[in-house]
């Protein structure tokens, strides 16, 4: 039996680069498509979630390699800091009621090596969490495209594919905000997405998305800590970008033969003048797709207090 442990630990980095990306896409009220009249735009979106249905009934029971690199950028947007984390990780579906259609992917993931180097037990702590696989489309649902606004854009060649390009924009609930929790932050801010679709099949060949417009925040007033801590001033930022690009290539599987398209690469960058780390960049690849047939064990890993 595969013994599989859970990742759990999300570091600052990750916040930044994931979850404001998510808390984006996810807050405000529901928006009818703004084209839902052009009847060719409605029926690329009906393929499409028909495309992303099918990617999600393919995708559980696969065994996958992940490589997540986090990368401190100088001005000039070269490597200052990096580190390697490499996984072996499955995708499980996950039930979240008896309703039919009412579950998630979730990704199961093993660390193996950190740098190059592999991993000891005593130090199987030492990682990032990583997004999940079955998250990368979840936005294009049907259920969940109405919260979005969609404009037909046209065609073009991508990687040797005829391809339609379609813009949405998640309006948000009014101006960008920052909501902070100690001095780690969540911002919420209008993304605009740009969704590349082979017009053969529907299926999602390429995801961008960008921040809509830059907005200036501050921070909290920091606490140093110790018998003598006091409060220092406040920091002024600009969230200046926002970036995030994910490609997809199709993976032939065999016995049965079936031709599913799986992530390739994914890239997170961040830009946040006046920040302690102001430009970051993840990139998370995927590799060596595989069926497993084994029985998988999740073991819970203890928290820090435990």
Do not use: C
């Amino acid at each position: 039996m595969a013994r599989v442990l859970k990742s759990a630990l999300l570091t600052a980095l990750l916040a930044s680069l994931l979850l404001a990306h998510g808390a984006a896409r996810g807050q405000g009220a529901e928006v009818a498509p703004s084209a839902a009249n052009d009847e060719r735009l409605a029926i690329i979106l009906a393929r499409v979630g028909q495309s992303v249905e099918r990617y999600h009934r393919g995708m559980f029971s696969l065994a996958f390699t992940e490589t997540f690199r986090s990368e401190e950028l100088k001005k000039d947007m070269t490597p200052k800091k990096s580190k390697e984390f490499v996984y072996e990780s499955v995708i499980l579906r996950k039930s979240l009621s008896n309703e039919d259609g009412d579950y998630f992917a979730e990704t199961l993931r093993r660390i193996k090596a950190v740098d190059g180097k592999p991993v000891k037990k005593s130090k199987s702590d030492d990682r990032p969490f990583v997004s999940t696989h079955g998250a990368l489309l979840n936005f294009l649902l049907p259920r969940l495209q109405k919260l979005y606004q969609f404009s037909f854009e046209g065609e073009e060649t991508l990687r040797g594919r005829k391809a339609l390009r379609v813009n949405m924009l998640r309006p948000g609930d009014g101006e960008p905000r920052v909501e902070w929790k100690g001095m780690s932050f969540r911002a919420r801010a209008p993304m605009r997405i740009t969704v590349w679709v082979d017009a053969e099949n529907g299926d999602v060949l390429q995801v961008e998305s960008r921040l809509a417009e830059a907005f200036e925040f501050d921070s909290p007033r920091a606490f140093s800590a110790g018998p003598l801590g006091r409060f220092g001033p406040t920091r002024h930022l600009k969230y200046v970008r926002e970036d995030y690009t994910v490609r997809f290539r199709p993976v032939l599987f065999k016995d049965p033969e079936q031709m599913l398209l799986l992530p390739e690469h994914a890239e997170w960058i961040t830009v946040i003048e006046g920040a302690r780390r102001p430009r970051l960049r993840a990139t998370l690849s995927f590799t060596n797709y595989r069926r497993f047939v084994s029985d998988v064990k999740v073991i819970e890993e203890p928290g820090p207090n435990e």
